[in-house]
């Protein structure tokens, strides 16, 4: 059985950073992709930043600048350090780790902004 277990949400002030960690446990092999998504209150689920087998990245618009996503395909580890967050990015962040044939998610992790 696989999981993904995901840490480093909480509680910052407008412009501080957090960091995301996200570990996937259990037999998973030939990872595509690993990421990190988000969903706030009466939105859709977004792609906030995404790292694929090979070198390629990819960010959401809003976080372009700000957010980077860093991982070990080996370790299936992934990260995302955010910096200068704002209120908007406010959310429950989701890991995903794409196999192409599946896909996995972790339970989430909440941010919150606000002064």
């Known amino acids: 059985q696989v999981q993904l277990e995901e840490s480093g949400g909480g509680l910052v002030q407008p412009g501080g950073s957090l960091r995301l960690s996200c570990a996937a446990a259990?037999?998973?092999?030939?990872?595509?992709?690993m990421g990190w998504f988000r969903q706030a209150p009466g939105k859709q689920r977004e792609l906030v930043a995404r790292?694929?087998?090979?070198?390629?990245?990819n960010y959401g618009d809003s976080v372009k600048g700000r957010f980077t996503i860093s991982g070990d395909f080996v370790k299936k580890a992934v990260y995302l350090q955010m910096n200068s967050l704002k209120p908007e990015d406010t959310a429950v962040y989701y890991c995903?780790?794409?196999?192409?044939?599946?896909?996995?998610w972790g339970q989430g992790t909440q941010v919150t902004v606000s002064s």
């Open positions: 995903n780790v794409d196999q192409r044939t599946r896909t996995y």
């Open positions: 259990g037999s998973i092999f030939s990872i595509y992709a």
């Open positions: 790292m694929i087998r090979g070198g390629s990245t």
